[in-house]
T-cell receptor
Framework: TQLLEQSPQFLSIQEGENLTVYCNSSSVFSSLQWYRQEPGEGPVLLVTVVTGGEVKKLKRLTFQFGDARKDSSLHITAAQTGDTGLYLCAGNSGGSNYKLTFGKGTLLTVNP | GAVVSQHPSRVICKSGTSVKIECRSLDFQATTMFWYRQFPKQSLMLMATSNEGSKATYEQGVEKDKFLINHASLTLSTLTVTSAHPEDSSFYIC???????????FGAGTRLSVL
């Protein structure tokens, strides 16, 4: 069974601070996705990373896929209260049914 | 594009009754849909993989006779929670996989409360 260890599980910061969320595994993934979920809603896809060493930027969010495609990170610069939510990483091992393995999630609270 | 509609968004039912949740891909065809369960402040737990025209594949520990899945068309999958009990109360989320892209698109979820 593939596992994705996501850390930290909870993070409470002040507006304007920077933060990094980590997603680690001993398994190789063909792709890895980051989602953001708000209470009572479904996850919304932020980014998909496919190539080892890949870096993608989405405004203040920077996503990185490890060279060995076993880990990933999400860095948020100058966090805003609107960034509050549950951040989930999910890896795909490349099977034909495209099942995703989800990390446990990081519940981020950005305080004004 | 890639919109997934899930209905109802919230349902309250009595213990012993059955509840059906629908998942529709509105602007694409989905040969594969997934059903997840999520407890408060926790991650998504995959319950089953639903393929159009064939039986669903259930994850270990998920009772297939309790959680009936039907994927009758390329745009619709349903999850029926049979003889619901309070412990079945949870947030159920579906996702759909377009045939053209290997990305799952998620519905908004259904909050089930069993009294």
């Amino acid at each position: 069974t593939q596992l994705l260890e996501q850390s930290p599980q909870f993070l409470s910061i002040q507006e304007g601070e920077n933060l990094t969320v980590y997603c680690n595994s001993s398994s190789v993934f063909s792709s890895l996705q980051w989602y953001r979920q708000e209470p009572g809603e479904g996850p919304v896809l932020l980014v998909t990373v496919v190539t080892g060493g890949e870096v993608k930027k989405l405004k203040r969010l920077t996503f990185q896929f490890g060279d060995a495609r076993k880990d990933s990170s999400l860095h948020i610069t100058a966090a805003q209260t609107g960034d509050t939510g549950l951040y989930l990483c999910a890896g795909n091992s490349g099977g034909s049914n495209y099942k995703l393995t989800f990390g446990k999630g990081t519940l981020l609270t950005v305080n004004p | 594009g890639a919109v997934v509609s899930q209905h109802p968004s919230r349902v309250i039912c009595k213990s012993g009754t059955s509840v059906k949740i629908e998942c529709r891909s509105l602007d694409f065809q989905a040969t594969t849909m997934f059903w997840y369960r999520q407890f408060p402040k926790q991650s998504l737990m995959l319950m089953a993989t639903s393929n159009e025209g064939s039986k669903a594949t259930y994850e270990q520990g998920v009772e297939k006779d309790k959680f009936l899945i039907n994927h009758a068309s390329l745009t619709l999958s349903t999850l029926t929670v049979t003889s619901a009990h309070p412990e079945d109360s949870s947030f159920y989320i579906c996702s759909a996989l377009p045939g053209t892209r290997n990305i799952q698109y998620f519905g908004a979820g259904t909050r089930l409360s069993v009294l």
